[in-house]
C-alpha cells in the first residue's frame, strides 16, 4: 500500500542553520508528493507541491525535489528562522483525491 | 472568504455522549475530508466525501458518521464516545487532489 516515512524529530537548530527533513515514501503508480506545515494551535497549510519525478517545489525559501529513483521529497532550507518552528508533514497524493500523510517532525529553531 | 471553519475548538464528553463535529467551507469544493491527528501519528482519514450526498470510508471509520446533504456542509458524527477517541480532529476541503485546505481543528478529550 501506499505510505510515507519521515525522519524523526525533534529536530532542533540555531537560527540561519541549514534544515534537511528527510521524507521517503512507497506508492504504486505516480503520485503527487506534498510537504505540509502546521504552526502550533493551528491546522495544515501547504508549504509546496510536486507532481512528477524531478519536479522541484519551492516556497518561502523551503524546496524539495521529487526523486523517482530514491522515493524520497526531501525538505530543504538554507537558513532557517526562528518562525519556521512548526510541524513538518510530508504526503503522498493517489488516485480519488485523498492524501497519505507521514508522522510529522517537530521543528525547533533557536534564537 | 472564511475557507474552512470549524466547531467547537475544544470539547470534552463522557464516555458513552455523543456530538456532533461541525465543518463548514465557503470555496465551493466538491471534496472535503475529516482527520483525526493523535500525537506521533500524523493524520488518519476517517471520512470522506466527493460530493452532496456521496461519503466514503477512509482508514479509521469506526464509531463515527458523516453525511454531505449540502456542498458546503460535512459534518461528523460521534455516537457513543470512547477515550480511544480522544484526539485533534482536522476537517479539509480541495477542489482537486492537488492542494487540500484544513480548518483549524476541534480538540476533543473523552473521560
Known amino acids: 500500500g501506499n505510505s510515507v516515512t519521515q525522519m524523526e524529530g525533534p529536530v532542533t537548530l540555531s537560527e540561519e542553520a541549514f534544515l534537511t527533513i528527510n521524507c521517503t515514501y512507497t506508492a504504486t503508480g505516480y503520485p503527487s508528493l506534498f510537504w505540509y506545515v502546521q504552526y502550533p494551535g493551528e491546522g495544515l497549510q501547504l508549504l509546496l507541491k510536486?507532481?512528477?519525478?524531478?519536479d522541484k517545489g519551492s516556497n518561502k525559501g523551503f524546496e524539495a525535489t521529487y526523486r523517482k529513483e530514491t522515493t524520497s521529497f526531501h525538505l530543504e532550507k538554507g537558513s532557517v528562522q526562528v518562525s519556521d518552528s512548526a510541524v513538518y508533514f510530508c504526503?503522498?497524493?493517489?488516485?480519488?483525491?485523498?492524501?497519505?500523510f507521514g508522522a510529522g517532525t517537530i521543528l525547533r529553531v533557536k534564537s | 472568504n472564511a475557507g474552512v471553519t470549524q466547531t467547537p475548538k475544544f470539547r470534552i464528553l463522557k464516555i458513552g455522549q455523543s456530538m456532533t463535529l461541525q465543518c463548514t467551507q465557503d470555496?465551493?469544493?466538491?471534496?472535503m475530508y475529516w482527520y483525526r491527528q493523535d500525537p506521533g501519528m500524523g493524520l488518519k482519514l476517517i471520512y470522506y466525501?466527493?460530493?452532496?450526498?456521496?461519503?466514503d470510508k477512509g482508514e479509521v471509520p469506526n464509531g463515527y458518521n458523516v453525511s454531505r446533504s449540502t456542498t458546503e456542509d460535512f459534518p461528523l458524527r460521534l455516537e457513543l464516545a470512547a477515550p480511544s477517541q480522544t484526539s485533534v480532529y482536522f476537517c479539509a476541503s480541495s477542489l482537486s487532489y492537488n492542494e487540500q485546505f484544513f480548518g483549524p481543528g476541534t480538540r476533543l478529550t473523552v473521560l
Open positions: 470555496m465551493n469544493h466538491n471534496y
Open positions: 504526503a503522498l497524493g493517489t488516485n480519488g483525491n485523498k492524501l497519505v
Open positions: 466525501s466527493v460530493g452532496a450526498g456521496i461519503t
Open positions: 510536486a507532481t512528477k519525478a524531478d
